[in-house]
């Protein structure tokens, strides 16, 4: 059974930077697709950035494109969202989510393994 568990949200400045690391168990497979959603209040779920399991490629939000960076560490089977100039719309609760068996990776996947969420709040 796949295991996601997220760490690293808390409060930060607008301008600040977070990183955010999701520690990953239990795959069956080399090929999965995983990565960062997120939900604030009052709203869906929406995809940030994933990234392959296969060969690294990435895929990027237009909101968080040149701010959020994703990737991975196949040793620590760990992936990482570093967040930079944090905005107040960042606020939310960041999953991480996965799904097995494909490498071309973007939100489109029925993504179908979560993590518990870790929130992000952005206020001065």
């Known amino acids: 059974q796949v295991q996601l568990v997220e760490s690293g949200g808390g409060l930060v400045q607008p301008g600040g930077s977070l990183r955010l690391s999701c520690a990953a168990s239990?795959?069956?497979?080399?090929?999965?697709?995983i990565g960062w959603f997120r939900q604030a209040p009052g709203k869906e779920r929406e995809g940030v950035s994933v990234?392959?399991?296969?060969?690294?490629?990435?895929y990027v939000a237009d909101s968080v494109m040149g701010r959020f960076t994703i990737s991975r560490d196949n040793a620590k089977k760990t992936v990482y969202l570093q967040m930079n100039a944090l905005k107040p719309e960042d606020t939310a609760i960041y999953y991480c989510?996965?799904?097995?068996?494909?490498?071309?990776?973007?939100?489109?996947?029925?993504?179908?393994?979560w993590g518990q969420g870790t929130l992000v709040s952005v206020s001065s």
């Open positions: 989510g996965a799904v097995v068996g494909q490498t071309m990776c973007d939100f489109d996947w029925a993504y179908n393994f």
């Open positions: 239990g795959f069956t497979s080399d090929y999965y697709c």
């Open positions: 990234i392959s399991s296969s060969d690294g490629s990435t």
